[in-house]
């Protein structure tokens, strides 16, 4: 059984950050690419950031410099320091895993509310 859990998620100023935790049970989090979608209101869930086992990274064009998707193994858990965050940023952000091989997700988190509001 795979579970994934998301935190960090809030309310922040346009120009602040944020930093999200996703932390990963069971036995996949050293095999798997990790990633990070989020959904915005009326919008189509779309892929933020992903990160494989190997370390290599790949970042949507619209948070690419100011968003960074890193994992410690030690720990199961992948990050997103997000910076300069914008009112466009606002989503429910979900953490997701993707088997070998696929670029499909395969395990989802329950999301997290990042609002970004003056």
């Known amino acids: 059984q795979v579970h994934l859990a998301e935190s960090g998620g809030g309310l922040v100023q346009p120009g602040e950050s944020l930093s999200l935790s996703c932390a990963a049970s069971?036995?996949?989090?050293?095999?798997?690419?990790m990633g990070w979608y989020r959904q915005a209101p009326g919008k189509e869930r779309e892929l933020v950031a992903t990160i494989d086992r190997d370390g290599r990274i790949n970042y949507a064009d619209s948070v690419k410099g100011r968003f960074t998707i890193s994992r410690a193994y030690a720990k199961n858990t992948v990050y997103l320091q997000m910076n300069s965050l914008k009112p466009d940023d606002t989503a429910v952000y979900y953490c997701?895993?993707?088997?070998?091989?696929?670029?499909?997700?395969?395990?989802w988190g329950q999301g997290t509310q990042v609002t970004v509001s003056s």
């Open positions: 997701a895993s993707f088997p070998p091989g696929t670029n499909r997700p395969l395990h």
């Open positions: 069971g036995s996949i989090f050293s095999v798997y690419a």
